[in-house]
């Protein structure tokens, strides 16, 4: 059962959500760029949310495919988050770590 962030919870006044606190980026740009940008692009943006939101909220906007399919651009900017979204998609059965 995920629990995400409620929506009041998720931005502050300006619209920016707390897991992109070092840029000056909306929540609605961060949903547009994630449906917009390249695959280097989505990488990085995903990257950042699992990095730095809560897992439960990282399933808010994208899905375990995404970031499987993502896996290998997007483990570089994972950083010492990486080992533990390598051991849970393992635990969901992807196979990610073989990436």
Not at 40 to 58: C, F, I, N, S, T
Not at 75 to 88: D, H, V
């Amino acid at each position: 059962m995920l629990l995400p962030t409620p929506p009041d919870k998720l931005v502050d006044q300006a619209g920016r959500p707390y897991f992109l606190w070092d840029c000056d980026m909306t929540l609605a740009e961060f949903t547009r760029r994630l449906a917009e940008e390249n695959d280097e692009g989505r990488a990085y943006l995903v990257g950042k949310l699992m990095r730095q939101a809560k897992p439960d909220d990282v399933f808010t906007f994208v899905r375990v495919d995404d970031i499987v399919a993502l896996w290998p651009k997007l483990r570089r900017y994972l950083g010492r988050s990486a080992p533990f979204w390598g051991w849970l998609l393992g635990r969901w059965g992807c196979d990610v770590e073989a990436a």
